[in-house]
Nanobody, 120 residues
Framework: QVQIVEYGGGLVQTGGSLRLSCVVS????????LGWFRQVPGKQRELVAV???????KYSESVKGRFTISRDNSKNTMYLQMNNLKPEDTAVYYC??????????????WGQGTQVTVSS
């Protein structure tokens, strides 16, 4: 059974930084393609960044140049370093185990989410 736990969210001022962590258990982590999503109330969940099983990374245009996704296979952990945060980055951030076939396909394995709030 795959289990996912995210943490590291919080309240930060505009221009500040946060690092989110996602710990995945119950799967062969180094073989996983993983994604960070975010969601605000009333909107669809948005794909923010992807790290593939072969260490490729992808970013949405809204975070490119500000966010960095990384992974430590020895710790079964994925990270999202978020710099120069903006109020529009405010959301609940989720980790997902998915697959990459030209684009990201999420599975039903989600964490509980971690809230990021950026004050103006």
């Amino acid at each position: 059974q795959v289990q996912i736990v995210e943490y590291g969210g919080g309240l930060v001022q505009t221009g500040g930084s946060l690092r989110l962590s996602c710990v995945v258990s119950g799967s062969t982590f180094k073989s996983n393609t993983l994604g960070w999503f975010r969601q605000v109330p009333g909107k669809q969940r948005e794909l923010v960044a992807v790290t593939t099983y072969n260490d490729r990374t992808k970013y949405s245009e809204s975070v490119k140049g500000r966010f960095t996704i990384s992974r430590d296979n020895s710790k079964n952990t994925m990270y999202l370093q978020m710099n120069n945060l903006k109020p529009e980055d405010t959301a609940v951030y989720y980790c997902n185990v998915g697959r990459w076939e030209g684009s990201y396909f999420p599975t039903n394995y989600w964490g509980q989410g971690t809230q990021v709030t950026v004050s103006s």
